[in-house]
């Protein structure tokens, strides 16, 4: 592909394409013009105190507490975590484990609250007049606000903010992209809530010190593209909106920064190392809510959809909700459901429990049809070259899987494993329906695992080795100690024997009795 | 191969599956097997269903050996295609057990030998023709004049041919373009005087030629292969650098020796060349996966096969050809790959410029 590749006689923000990458069924038609509706206070909310990238939330609440609509109920741990709050008022049923909203199905601590339904707010936090705030102070109420990136990865937004001082940023990037089928919750965002979105912007831009803003949205979305062209300007920084070809997966954000920049994030960098910062718009509305009306982020836009939902639609939903009820709030599953996911078709995971809760980074409920997922039995590898086509990091995933399938995982990562971003490009384009990405999975899995045995046999032998070294210490000041002990006595006796012998030369020999005294008085 | 059940992302898949690759590929390939089969008749019909049935058994027979599940991977055509291969290479009057044991050879020897659908080194179809070649020079090079299937003998004396090895055919074999230039060149003929002598451009486009079965509707082939692109079987790739050699090569030594070296244009529509360059070097297990390793793979390719028919002693070199570039795929592999994201050719990440 390269070899003939125009794109390298050219600028490549030129084209704003990227190499690979596939062109499913977008179905986006089923939501794209369904308003955002805000869904009514469930009588049952689980919130975990995990539920984004980092430590877990130290829960602030017990049992029988009464809560108020946005206090905070889960303190952020250390540098990476962050700050919970309560979605909605009511009393906390417990503060125990739960589900997760992931595929292993593993218990999380999550606080559950029984909602009053008076939906009754407690203390905002302090608002801020961005203009005159300070990028600590903005950053600071982020980081109140338990913000973290409404994309999917829920990174903490004040963690990623704090990027500023360790480089020197130019552009703030807002991923518009929303490449992943069926979702259309940011793209209903962009039409319906532009202006916040530019103010969040315009408030982060300030706080990053950066001198532009662009808007990346993919050309499928006109509207969006449309409302958001209306801003020249997000608080005062200029504001650009890139149109990028519709192209799974724009929205990764290494590859958007190549697309809309033209500069390729080297491998273990950060897009920050090239003065780039990328958020998703859903997080700028957020710090938006955050910084200007003291909202902490209690609630998301989630896109519900699939061929096996009743009334596919975007929903207002609170963080906590069950899935259970947010299904049933769209008229409940028809016909066949092949499964039901959290996030969108090409990266989202299923789920089993359906009373798991919607967390900050669920960005969509799809309940697919059989004839949606189009699982078959997988074939061999005919080596075709699809995924390789389609790979848009340049890896070759049918011999990475061939190693793993060998249990020949260094093998695997000498050509790229830990290149890989899981973006199921291969897997999708694989012909024979290799299972690929759940291959590649299981190999970091396992490397994982392999690692930090390694670290923790490296660790238990390092602390064994200190611990000898610490006895072999304490025992070697115990027999200096000693030893100084029994000079210091050999000495006195030594010095008790010279005065005893100088007083013999003096008086006439002792009777041996009186000498034994003298010896027993010089020892006490 | 056990593979657990699906639940890893992605959640939704594409259309395209190695069934309809195998069906698409056949369907380019009917166009120009129609009109071989036409131009040969009945001998070239039989020869052919006789090919593909027994490329179709063996591969049951080997399945069932291996222990593996019969039904899904004769469904999914890739036997059926290398016995329709098998029999495009083969001279339409040869006897059954030529077709018989060509699709043998591929399907036994050169597939399930190797590990089954994917495994295989070397392409089935042309270790087949190689084989064959080498073992029966007599069956594989008696080529016949195109008589048309109403023209040509009947249903039964056909079968005769086919089925008993009539002698009569002998009455109507006549050279394929390449072997009589071949031979013409060694009796020391000049060029002019042999091109008076071969089937004129339009004759070999449209493929009243004598040749293998399926190899000589060179404009049927080519537009199989036009479909094979256009339905994003094949890459350009190949069939460019293939195509682009052979042509650079002949021209190159025609200019300096008119006389002893056939134009490009002959290369091009005689022989395997344009089969070979969208239908045979294409085959995916066989060939190198990234696209420069495939340009170089087409280049070996279209260089060794006008190497062989210049110099070698076959007139026609697409096989061996074929397979010698097959044993450097692998290499090719190894050597020639894509380039990671954020890293250099080599592997390592790319160089950050000076940032604080």
């Keep these: 592909m390269s070899m003939f590749s125009l794109a390298t006689l050219f600028r490549p923000s030129q084209f704003l394409t990227i190499r690979g990458g596939i062109h499913p069924e977008y179905r986006k038609q089923l939501t794209s013009e369904a308003e955002v509706i805000r869904m009514p206070v469930p009588p049952l909310l689980r919130v975990p105190l995990q539920q984004h990238s980092g430590a877990i939330a130290e829960p602030l609440v017990k049992r029988d507490d009464l809560v108020l609509k946005g206090q905070l109920i889960g303190r952020a741990r250390g540098a990476m975590s962050a700050n919970i709050h309560a979605p909605t008022s009511g009393r906390v049923l417990a503060v125990g484990h739960f589900t997760a909203p992931h595929p292993s199905g593993l218990p999380v601590p999550t606080i559950t609250l029984r909602a009053d339904g008076e939906d009754r707010w407690g203390e905002h936090l302090p608002r801020l007049r961005p203009e005159d705030a300070d990028p600590d102070e903005i950053a600071a109420q982020i980081e109140r606000a338990g913000i973290v990136g409404l994309g999917g990865a829920a990174f903490p937004a004040a963690v990623k903010l704090n990027q500023r001082k360790k480089y020197t940023l130019d552009t703030l990037l807002l991923n518009g992209a929303e490449c992943e089928p069926y979702l259309t919750c940011d793209d209903r965002l962009m039409r319906e809530k532009a202006e916040e979105i530019v103010d969040g912007a315009g408030i982060m831009a300030r706080a990053l010190g950066v001198a532009r803003i662009i808007v990346a949205i993919e050309s499928n979305k006109p509207e969006a593209i449309a409302a958001l062209r209306q801003f020249s300007h997000g608080l005062g920084t200029p504001l650009s909106v890139a149109v990028v070809p519709t192209q799974y997966p724009m929205g990764s954000a290494k590859h958007l920064v190549l697309a809309v920049t033209g500069k390729e994030t080297p491998a273990r960098a950060r897009t920050a190392e090239l003065g780039v910062l990328v958020y998703n718009v859903a997080t700028a509305h957020a710090v938006h809510l955050a910084v200007r009306y003291g909202e902490p982020l209690i609630s998301r836009i989630v896109t519900v959809s699939g061929g096996a939902l009743a009334q596919p639609a975007n929903v207002e939903v609170l963080i906590g909700t069950p899935v259970t009820d947010v299904i049933d709030f769209c008229g409940g599953l028809i016909g066949e459901v092949d499964r039901i996911l959290l996030g969108g078709p090409m990266m989202g995971q299923p789920v089993q429990n359906l009373r798991v809760p919607v967390v900050k980074g669920t960005c969509g409920i799809l309940a697919l049809a059989p004839w949606e997922t189009r699982k078959s039995d997988p074939m061999p590898c005919i080596r075709c070259g699809s995924c390789v086509q389609a790979c848009p990091c340049g890896l070759t995933p049918f011999e990475m899987n061939a190693r793993i399938q060998s249990d020949d995982l260094e093998g695997a990562v000498k050509i790229g494993l830990m290149d890989c971003i899981a973006c199921g490009s291969c897997a999708y384009a694989c012909p024979s329906s290799i299972p690929l990405v759940q291959g590649f999975d299981f190999a970091k899995g396992k490397l994982a695992e392999r690692q930090s045995r390694k670290h923790q046999q490296a660790e238990t032998k390092r602390l064994a080795e200190a611990r000898k070294a610490r006895e072999e210490a304490i025992a070697e000041a115990k027999r200096q100690a000693m030893a100084r002990h029994k000079a210091q006595a050999a000495a006195k006796k030594a010095a008790a024997a010279a005065q005893a012998a100088e007083a013999g030369a003096e008086a006439p020999p002792p009777v041996p009795g009186i000498a034994t005294d003298v010896g027993k008085e010089a020892r006490q | ?356």
């Excluded at chain 2, 069934?19 to 089969?37: D, F, H, I, K, Q």
């Excluded at chain 2, 052919?48 to 222990?67: D, M, P, Q, S």
């Excluded at chain 2, 055509?77 to 044991?101: E, N």
């Design chain 2, 1 to 356: 191969m056990t593979v657990p059940v699906l639940l890893s992302a992605p959640h939704t898949h594409t259309v395209f599956t190695v069934s309809r690759t195998m069906l698409m590929v056949m369907a380019a390939l009917a166009p120009a097997t129609g009109l071989g089969l036409y131009e040969f008749g009945w001998p070239a019909v039989f020869l052919f269903l006789v090919t593909v049935a027994a490329a179709c058994l063996f591969e049951a027979l080997c399945l069932r050996i291996a222990g593996r599940p019969v039904a899904p991977f004769l469904r999914d055509g890739s036997a059926a295609l290398t016995g329709w291969l098998v029999a495009m290479t083969l001279p339409p009057y040869a006897p059954w057990w030529v077709g018989v044991l060509g699709a043998g050879i591929a399907i036994v020897i050169a597939k399930h030998l190797f590990g089954g659908l994917g495994q295989n080194l070397f392409n089935p179809a042309m270790v087949a023709r190689a084989m064959l070649l080498i073992a029966l020079p007599v069956q594989m090079t008696t080529w016949v004049a195109p008589a048309g299937l109403i023209d040509g003998p009947g249903f039964v004396p056909s079968l005769a041919i086919t089925f008993l090895g009539a002698p009569e055919y002998d009455a109507i074999s006549s050279a394929s373009t390449l072997s009589h230039v071949k031979s013409q060149l060694n009796a020391g003929a000049g060029m002019a005087q042999i091109l008076g002598g071969v089937p004129d451009l339009r004759a070999r486009l449209l493929g009243a030629v004598p040749g293998s079965m399926g190899e000589t509707g060179t404009l049927l082939l080519l537009l199989g292969g036009l479909a094979l692109l256009v339905t994003r079987i094949i890459t350009l790739v190949i069939p460019i650098s293939v195509l682009g050699t052979i042509t650079l090569l002949s021209g190159a030594f025609w200019l300096m020796a008119p006389e002893r070296f056939p134009p490009p244009l002959l290369h091009l529509t005689s022989g395997a060349t344009i089969l070979c360059a969208f239908f045979i070097a294409t085959d995916y297990v066989t060939s190198p996966v990234s696209a420069a390793g495939k340009a170089l793979y087409g280049a070996g390719i279209g260089a060794l096969i006008f190497v062989i028919r210049s110099w070698g002693s076959f007139p026609e070199g697409v096989a061996f050809a074929v397979l010698l570039m097959n044993a450097c795929t692998p290499l090719i592999e190894t050597y020639v790959r894509p380039r990671v994201f954020g890293r250099t050719r080599t592997g390592k990440p790319l160089p950050l410029k000076g940032r604080k």
